[in-house]
């Protein structure tokens, strides 16, 4: 437990997340239609065309500097997802998908497509913690607690933490998710 609770204020301490490490902070998202997917609680895939406005700040360790950002993605239609994909023992507190909230439901999307190309986008190459920092920050902004937001960060790097998540396209839709990344 002790682990957890230095994890969890690692993650929400952002001199101390900042200076080991790049890191991405959302600060908006904007979805200008609803995301429009079809599911079976197992896997969704979208019905039609859609576009999410990630904005934020990215700092690198390198030359220790911010620089706010725009990522654009587009989900074409067809594209697949699990959603969030938790343990049944978490979708009280982090479901798969939510009725009716697109942004906490962009957030395992975009992680999802980002860890399929290997955070590799059109003006940057993103780290896996980069890519897990957008899931966490859409999630903050979506009004997920800090808490649950740490936790399901800590599960991610437990169970999709393998090289057999980052990269993986077993379903074959990789193409139908496009990531552009673009300094303001």
Known sequence: M????????????????QQDRNSIMVESVEIDFPLVFEGNGKMYFFKLDRYVYVKGSRY??????????????????GFMSDGASSPSFAQSFVPDIKKGDDVYNAAPFIHDGLYMHRGETDGCKLSREECDDILRGIWRIAGMSRLVAGAADLGIQIFAGSSEHWGNDSNNCKHLFEAKFEYR
């Not at 002790?2 to 969890?8: C, G």
């Not at 706010?68 to 989900?75: K, N, P």
């Open 60 to 77: 690198t360790k390198a030359d220790k500097k911010f620089r706010d950002f725009m990522l654009t993605v587009r989900f074409k239609r």
């Open 2 to 17: 002790a682990n957890l609770k230095m994890f969890i204020d690692k993650m929400t301490s952002r001199k101390n997340f």
